[in-house]
């Protein structure tokens, strides 16, 4: 059984940096397209990167192009999330997923785990 464990959230003034832990257990985390996701209060859950297992592909969403970066350390078997300058409206609850699916997607239904979420505050 595939676990999944965020760390890393905390409140952080806009234009700061956090960066992203998600702990992976049951598997290698390098067979899985690995995926982050946020859901802001009174908001719907969205797709923000994703890691993909074959070829290391990644993709973002459009805001946080050029600010956020999705890397994965095999030997921790460990996904990260780096998030520079951020943005009040970064504010949320973000999400690890993994999916078993042959290509990395963007769509929450095609993920198979879940981790708990991890609370990131950008304060103006």
């Known amino acids: 059984q595939v676990q999944l464990v965020e760390s890393g959230g905390g409140l952080v003034q806009a234009g700061g940096s956090l960066r992203l832990s998600c702990a992976v257990s049951?598997?290698?985390?390098?067979?899985?397209?690995m995926g982050w996701f946020r859901q802001a209060p009174g908001k719907e859950r969205e797709f923000v990167a994703v890691l993909g297992r074959i070829a290391s592909i990644t993709a973002y969403l459009d805001s946080v192009k050029g600010r956020f970066t999705i890397s994965r350390d095999n030997t921790e078997n460990t996904v990260y999330l780096q998030m520079n300058s951020l943005k009040p409206e970064d504010t949320a609850v973000y999400y690890c997923?993994?999916?078993?699916?042959?290509?990395?997607?963007?769509?929450?239904?095609?993920?198979?785990?879940w981790g708990q979420g991890t609370q990131v505050t950008v304060s103006t």
């Open positions: 049951g598997r290698t985390s390098s067979t899985l397209n």
């Open positions: 997923a993994a999916s078993k699916g042959l290509n990395p997607r963007s769509h929450s239904d095609t993920y198979d785990y």
